[in-house]
Structure formats: C-alpha cells, structure tokens
C-alpha cells in the first residue's frame, strides 16, 4: 500500500516538473517574441498561416492555423487548467473534385483525465462528426477494354494483431463520437443521415489485445428525396487479437416502420489467414415505406422491394485446402414485389423466394421459387473431392420466367411458340470442385429434356471444365455436340460465349425436338461457330456442312460447299438478321435486316446472287432442268418452317432448258413473282404463285394465281401476247409477218388424285398474221385470222366455238382462196366444220377434228373436191411428170397420231375434157411391167401407135384410188377410152412427192420470147 502511494507521488512529482519546465519554456519565448515572429514563419510556410488570439498571459491561448484551402480551418485551444487540445473546424479532403469522401468534425478534444498515470490516459471527443461523399467515382475499364480483377485481401493474424497494438499505441483508451452524420450524393439520390453516436474502447492485455466499438442510437433518422424515416440502429464490434490468432465478432439490430431485424458475424484468423466465418441473420420481417426507401439507398437505387421475410439464417464457411468452402447453411429469404436493376430496364420484376440447407455429411439442397414462372431445385451430395449434384427445371415456365426476367425475356420471347408451357428438364453428374471460389473445377452428367412433347426426350451427355481464363461446356446427343467456350475475364466491352457445333444431323434434331419430317431426306452433318454476345444482345453464326449433304441419295453439296453466315442482334425492341446461304458456288441467296418475329417466323428482305437451276434440279431428281438465274434486286419475303411467302425483286434467267429443248442462246427471260409454299402440314406440299410477269423474246406473260397442291394444279387470270416470233425460232413455222396471238386462260384446274380425272378449263385465243410460212417458203397463209373460246367441264367433254378465216393458201405453187371455217369443240374433240375454199376454178369443203387428250393427239379429217380444173392446178404446182386436163372431182380422208400418217384414202374421177399428157402415158407403157408376160413389148408398140404424136391425149375419163399401206401410197390408176384402156398399179412414196413437188415449186420460170 505504502509502495503504491510512493509511486503516486513520483508519478505527479515527474509529471509537475515536466509541466513546469515546459511551461516556462513558452512562456519565455511567447512573451518574448511571438506577436511578431509568427508572422514572419507563416509567411515561410505559405499556404499555411497562423494567428495568435494573445500573450502567453492570456489563457486560454488559441491559434488558428489556414492551411491548404482543401484542409479548411483548424483552430487549436489549450487549455490553462487540465491538460487539453481542443480542435475546431476540422475539414478533410483527399482532393478538390470530391470523388472521394470528405470528413468533417465541428470539435475535437485531447484530453488527459488522469494526468498522474504513466503512460497517461488519453481520450477524444468528437462532439460532431460529418462523412460526404457527394459523388463518388466509378470503377472505370482499362484502354485495352478489360476490368481490373478484384482480389480479395488476404490478411492473417498477426497484421491484425499489429493493427490493434499500433491503434493502441498512438490512439487514446476512449473514442468518444456524440453525434455522427453521413451525407452522400449516389445514383439513389442525395441521402444523409444522422442522430448515432458511437465509443470506441481499447484494452491492452498481456496476450489478448482488444478493441470495442459500440454504435448507440440517438434518435437517428435518413433524410431522402425530400423523405425523412426514422430509424433504431444499434450494435457492437469487438476485435480481439492472441498470440497466433484473431478473431472479430460483432451484432447488430436495426428496426425502422413495422419491422426489425438483427444478426450476428463472426470472423476468425490464424497466421494463414481467414480461417473460419460465421453468419446469423434473426426472423424478421421488413415492409413499409422506410424499408423499401433503404433498399433503394443501399443499392443506390438498383433494388426495390415491398417486403422482406427472413427465417433464421446461419451460414458457416472453414477453409479447406487453402479455400473457404461452405460446411452448413440453412435458412429462408423470400422478397415480394421485387424489383432489381433501372427503373426503365429492370433485371427482375416480381416475388421471389430462396429456400437452402446444407450440413457436413447430409445433402445439400436449394429451392428458388419465382412468381409463377415455378420452382428449380438443385441436391448435393458431398463424397470426398466429389459431389453428386441433381438439378430439377421441371417446374419452370419459361412464359413466366419471360415476364420476371425481362432481359432473358428478350432471348426467349422469339421462341415462344417453340417453349413448352412447363419445362422438363433435369440434369445430373459429379462436380469436382476446389473452394467456394474455385479456381479450377470439372464436372460431367447427363441432360434430359422432354421437350416439346411428353415421350419425346433428347439426352445429352455434358462435360464441363472451369480455369482461371475460360469455362468450357460440352454436350454430345445423338444428333451430333458441341462446345460453349465463356472467357472469365472479360476481354472487351461485352462479354461475349463461344458456341462450337460439331457432326450436327440437322433432320435428326429437328424430328427429335420438334417431330418435324421434312429433312428425313436430308443426310449429312454440320459444323461451325457461333458467338454469343451477353450484354448487346447478339449472336454471330458460321456454319457449313463437314461431310457431304445428299438429299433422298443424290449428292446436293461436297463437304464445305454448303455454308452460312450471318448475325442475329437486337435493335431497339426488335430482332433483325441478316446473313448469307449458299449450297454450292452456282447457288446462292442474301437476305438482310429481316425482323426476328419468333420462332423460325422471319420477314424481311432478299436476294439471289446465283442459282444453277441444275444443281436444283438434280436435288429432287429432274436432271433434265438446266439453266441460270439471278435476282440483282431486293425483294421481300415472309417465311416460317413449313411457310415461304415471297415478292420477287427483277428476275433474269439467261439459260433455260431441258433436255435437249432448251431457249435460243440470245433469249434473256426476265420475271417478277410472289407466292408462297407450305409443307410439312396434313395437306402436304402446296405451291401458290400470285400475280406474275414474264418477257421474253417479244412475248409477255402476265398471271394472277398459279397454285399446286397434292390434290390438283389450279391456274386463273393468264394471259400470253406475242408476235409469234418465237413459234419461229421453236421451228413450229418457218417465219412470219406482223403476227398477234393473245390467249386469256381464265382457269385451268387438273385434278390429281384417281378418283377425279377430269380437269377443267375457260380460255380464250386470237391470232391474226399477215403472213405464216412453213418449209421456208413452200407454204404460206395469206391474213390468218382465228379467235374463239374453249371449255372443258367437269363431266370430261370439250364445249366451245370460233371462226377461222385466211385470204389464201399457197402450197407448192398452188393457191386457195376465200379460206374460212367453223372451230366447234363437243365431247372429246376439237372440229374445224365447214372448212371451205375455192381453188382452180372448184371449190373445196371438208372438215379436220382433233382428239387431245388421247395419246399422241390423234388427228383426222376429210376433204371434198368439186369442179377443179385440173390443167389450172398442173399449171400452178408445176408438177414435174404428169399434166392433165378436164375437171375434177373426188373426196379425201386422212388421220394422223403423234405427227405420222395412220390412215389415208384419196379417190378422185374425171370425165369431162379430160386428157394426160402423151409423155406421161408413155413412161406408163414402157415400164418393165409390160416385158414381163409373152409378147409385151410388141403390145407396148401398138399402144405407143395408138397414142399418136399430140401433146395430149385425150381420154372418155380417169379415176385414182390411193391409200396408205405401211407408211407407203399404194392403189390404182385407170385411164379409158374407145381404144385405149390402162389401169396403173401406183406404188409411191409420200416422202418423195413432197420432195418432187417442192423441186418443182423452185424451178426459174421460164424466160419469155
């Protein structure tokens, strides 16, 4: 006890001398010169400048000091009793643009309560404390586009232990703040608060150094928008240092409106680092004007809510292997009228609740409920470096998770018609992980989706592996893999996966997932990248087939023929894509800014930059189809699986052919056509043109509808003009003069199917020439003119009439006139009745009838001669052998099928003035014929007597009698008279008239004496 008061007294006696010493010390010198060296000094030490209130005498001295003008004033006042600094107007500021916090204390006081102890104990006072962040700096990207990474700071034990003893060493024993404010300007709004006090407490121990902050509420409240919420905080934070150990515990209860919350934290640290955290949040539940408005603030302003409701919360997370992993957790947080992101754009909309449980060696599980848009569950379970992980999606409603998620809602919304009402998915497989933060972790399963029908499953097999740089995903079905490749770091301005496909059997996916047949012709696999752009959004795709394409066996593209490419992105609140397609280098197409409508619903612009109407054509196994096409244009278009409709810009089609017929080498056939196919619908595959224009070689072809279905072909409103050029070029006719033709199909229907046969048309035709020629020269038809109408109904008969008229007819030297005719179509024929002419002073009549529909268009017809002047018609054919005279008359009957002679009959008499040439008779008498019997040529003799020298000799008549057998003229000819009788065998040649007659026609006219 004696010893203790001793110490006492040598403690004050040191203390009192220092006092004195130093006192006198300053006095001295304050009295001496202060007033007017200090001047002088703060002149050196500009910008700081220091005033003296007074004398050393005059307590309590002040000085004001002016520092830098971003420190403010700082007025210090010692006191004359106890020893005590007293601070005034205390401005901090790290810099003049106020990025950073600035610190305001209106009083601070250093007081020494227990003078007499060594060391002496300390104490500060703040009696206000202010903290502004009127505009607080964004994280910005480095110049190459990157982020800096954010590493956590690794801090063990003993730096925490020095950071306590060094706040011991310089800092008092009590911190004393009576009145704390903060004030902030942040993208919520400008928001302060104030009405807290806090005291920090140190103990320095032998072992077990100590410091205690505790925050007490004085009626705090937060002023924002022009809103005050009175709020309840309080709390204490207690960190404690060991030998080779920390640790920091603190609690906290809060209560603002109609509800309160509180919680725990632990931490601990041992000489490796953070070993050890804990976490406890009490059940609560947090609604009200004020609690919404703290959301608000503390994420300024990206978070809204109605309510919050916690269930007893407790995480704990040890390390393990150099990793903090998570060893249990349990708890509930559900939130109502969530609402995460900008206003205008948010993230999230809508009521959300996260269920999760997790122990050493039991399972492990999560339940997220959202809204409506339903439930996903995912189950661990733990064995060693390995845990079986089970993710259920089967609950989800992508609908409904369109509407939370109205970011996600933009991808899927394209896709709505394709998205089943409630998904079925459900993945499982082994992760292998290291730390809750891994670095580096694998995982494989397997993926079930039935998907979009119940019975119809897709499984795939999945492999994942994660490192610093990258997360690898693969996927492998039995339509083919591939791999998504998400670089962890980004790498420029958006972030950005890699999607690679490999050995894709497009037809075999598309019947998976969709039951679509119509690419089960189509074999072959697919390759290629695509990009995948997160935060635009966009995606870029370049494909191409990595083994030969054939379409139902034929070869349709080598392998990396067929390619594609192109770009999917989302302009404003649409979908545009644009891209090209080609199956060979001969066929390819354009298509530009279409708008993504959903689905495979796309509508915008295209072109076709080359199509080889061959490498189509053998597609579908109509080899004979050749050509070329282009359409340099823009046209429009409209398609969906199993829908095509499209508006064509310029068409030009500079070769067509097939087979050997094919258009002229200098023709250019130049359309424009819309239409539209369906397939792949129980009416199969149907085709519809609308209306339609083609040119080529002066002819113009217009349609209003041309459509095929399964059932039937179905045509209306075509018309075809031309000048008949182009029968000429076919070789149809050998040339014409100023020709017409227009013909209006006002429908034409052709049943397909076997049990309706019968097809049915309404036409109309006109045809008008100057002139039409066949044979160069050798038949013309003078003023052709023909028009009428034709039907075939429904009941399989023809109905319909015309006229056809021509001024002559010139055949081999020979004229007609005054041609014209009846055209009546009836039952299964088409008829031109009543044919007549007049020629060589007679006249002719007739009628020609048509069956077209039977095969090979059988054509007959017969012809009547009456009172043809037969030395006029040898005069005009010039026929080379044989010239009669008298008048003629006879009848003819002739039918043809597939353009050849089946049948001919031709008999003719005459009687009056008739009469052959003496030549003529003469070759008949002297053939071998007339050696072959016993005493022929003494007969020809005679005979040749009886002819005598004229010219002509006449007969009492002639009559000839033709018809066709096998391909040849065969009948009689029989000349009589009172002393000559002669009957010919005629054996002739069709083929050889013809010849001798068009020798005869070209023969110079003789020159006249």
């Known amino acids: 006890m004696v010893s203790n008061v001793h110490a006492v007294r040598r403690g004050c006696l040191t203390w009192a001398i220092r006092l004195i010493c130093f006192s006198a010390a300053a006095g001295f010198l304050l009295a001496q010169g202060l007033p007017w060296w200090l001047p002088s000094v703060s002149g050196a030490l500009t910008p700081v400048r220091v005033e003296v209130d007074g004398p050393l005498w005059k307590r309590p001295l002040t000085l004001t000091l002016h520092p830098a003008q971003s420190w403010g004033t700082v007025r210090l006042t010692i006191s004359g009793f106890l020893p005590m600094i007293r601070l005034e107007d205390i401005r901090l500021a790290l810099d003049d643009d106020l990025e950073h916090p600035v610190v305001e204390a209106g009083a601070a006081a250093i007081t020494w309560p227990v003078p007499w102890r060594t060391p002496a104990v300390r104490q500060i006072t703040v009696g206000s404390l202010l903290l502004a962040a009127d505009r607080m700096g964004e994280v910005s990207p480095k110049p190459d586009g990157s982020f800096p990474a954010f590493k956590y700071p690794e801090v063990h034990a003993e730096q925490i232990n020095a950071w306590i003893e060094r706040f011991g060493r310089y800092l008092p024993a009590s911190f004393q703040l009576h009145s704390i404010s903060f004030r902030g300007n942040s993208p919520a709004g400008v928001i302060s608060m104030d009405g807290l006090s806090a005291s920090v407490q140190r103990e320095i121990q032998t072992s077990r150094p100590l410091i205690r902050i505790s925050i007490a509420d004085r009626g705090a409240g937060i002023h924002w928008q022009d809103q005050h919420f009175p709020v309840s905080v309080s709390g204490t934070l207690t960190i404690q240092g060991e030998t080779d150990s920390a640790r920091c515990a603190a609690n906290w209860k809060a209560g603002a409106g109609t509800g309160a919350t509180g919680g725990s934290l632990e931490l601990h640290w041992d000489r490796l680092g953070l070993h050890m955290l804990q976490l406890g949040m009490d059940q609560s539940r947090l609604e009200g004007p004020t609690w919404a408005a703290l959301a608000q603030i503390l994420s300024a302003g990206l978070v809204r809510c109605d309510a919050i409701y916690l269930e007893p919360v407790a995480l704990e997370f040890r390390r393990q292997d150099a990793q903090l992993n998570i060893v249990s957790a349990s708890g509930a947080i559900a939130a109502s009228g969530l609402r995460a992101g900008p206003a205008d754009d948010p993230w999230f909309s809508g009521d959300a609740a996260l269920e999760f449980a997790a122990a050493p060696g039991r399972a492990s599980f999560a339940r997220l409920q959202i809204e409506d848009a339903g439930t996903a569950e995912i189950k661990v379970v733990s064995s060693g470096e390995e845990s079986r992980i089970q993710v259920n999606l089967a609950g989800i409603s992508p609908d409904g998770l369109a509407r939370c998620v109205p970011g996600l809602g933009g991808w899927l919304t394209p896709w709505q018609g394709w998205l089943p009402e409630r998904s079925d998915l459900r993945l499982e497989g082994t992760v292998k992980l290291q730390g809750w933060t891994p670095e580096s972790a694998q995982a494989e399963g397997t993926l079930t989706a039935t998907w979009p029908e119940p019975g119809r499953a897709v499984n795939c097999s999945l492999t994942a592996a994660l490192d610093r740089e990258r997360i690898d995903l693969r996927a492998r079905a039995e339509g083919g893999g591939g791999s998504v490749n998400i670089p962890r770091q980004r790498t420029g301005p958006a972030p950005q996966a890699i999607l690679r496909v490999e050995s894709v059997d497009l037809g075999r996916w598309l019947k998976s997932i969709r039951g679509w047949s119509t690419l089960d012709p189509l074999s072959g696999t697919w390759a290629g990248e695509m990009k995948l752009f997160l935060g635009v959004p966009a995606l870029e795709w370049n494909v191409f087939n990595d083994t030969e394409l054939q379409w139902q066996g034929r070869a349709v593209a080598a392998s990396g023929a067929a390619r594609s490419s192109g770009r999917i992105f989302r302009d404003e609140n649409k979908w545009l894509v644009s891209g090209t397609a080609r199956l060979s280098d001969g066929v390819q197409f354009r298509i530009d800014e279409a708008k993504w409508l959903g689905g495979t619903h796309l509508a915008g612009r ?293 353009m050849q002679p089946t049948d001919f009959r031709f008999r003719a008499m005459s009687g009056e003035r008739f009469s052959v040439n003496t030549d003529f008779v003469r070759q008949l008498l002297l053939r071998d014929s007339m050696s072959d019997y016993t005493g022929g040529r003494q007969a020809a003799s005679v005979l040749l007597d009886v002819l005598g020298p004229a010219a002509q000799r006449p007969f009492d008549s002639g009559a000839v009698d033709l018809r066709l057998v096998d391909g040849r003229l065969a009948g009689t000819m029989h000349l009589a008279s009172g002393n000559l009788n002669i009957t010919v065998d005629i054996q002739a040649d069709p083929l050889a008239i013809r010849d001798a007659l068009e020798a005869a026609g070209n023969r110079d006219e003789p020159a006249e004496n």
């Not at 182009?726 to 034409?748: A, C, K, T, Y």
């Not at 397909?752 to 049915?760: D, G, K, L, M, V």
């Not at 006139?817 to 009549?845: P, Q």
């Not at 009957?893 to 597939?898: C, D, E, K, Q, Y």
Request: glycine content about 12%; some cysteine; aromatic content about 12%.
């Open 606 to 898: 295209w072109k076709i930059t080359a199509a080889d109407f061959r490498v189509l054509a053998e597609t579908v196994g109509q080899e004979s189809l050749w050509g070329e096409l282009s359409m340099p244009e823009w046209g429009r278009f409209d398609a969906e699986y199993g829908r095509i409709a499209w508006e064509s810009g310029h068409i030009d089609i500079p070769a067509l052919g097939w087979g050997a017929l094919f258009l002229p080498p200098d023709w250019t056939v130049k359309a424009e056509t819309g239409g539209e196919v369906y397939w792949g619908g129980p009416g199969g595959v149907r085709l519809s043109l609308g209306p339609t224009r083609i040119e080529m070689d002066q002819t113009l072809i217009t349609l209003d509808r041309f459509s095929v279905t399964p059932m039937e072909l179905f045509i209306s409103g075509l018309q075809l003009n031309t000048n008949l050029v182009p029968l000429v070029r076919w070789g149809w006719i050998g040339g014409v003069q100023h020709g017409d033709m227009s013909l209006n199909v006002e429908f034409l229907k052709w049943p397909f199917t076997a049990a309706q046969r019968n097809w049915e048309v309404n036409a109309e035709y006109q045809a008008a020439a100057d002139r039409l020629l066949w044979r160069g020269d050798s038949i013309t038809l003078e003023s052709p003119q023909m028009s009428g109408n034709l039907i075939y109904g429904p009941n399989g008969g023809f109905s319909g009439s015309g006229e056809l008229n021509a001024t002559a007819l010139r055949f081999y030297g020979g004229v007609m006139e005054d041609l014209s005719g009846r055209i009546a179509a009836k039952e299964s024929t088409i008829a031109v009745e009543e044919l007549a002419a007049k020629g060589w002073n007679g006249t002719l009549g007739g009628r020609i009838e048509c069956t077209p529909l039977s095969p090979g268009w059988p054509v007959r017809g017969s012809v009547r001669l009456r009172s043809i002047d037969l030395a006029r018609l040898c005069d005009e054919i010039r026929s080379p052998y044989a010239r009669f005279e008298g008048i003629l008359n006879g009848w003819s009957r002739f039918a043809f099928r597939g």
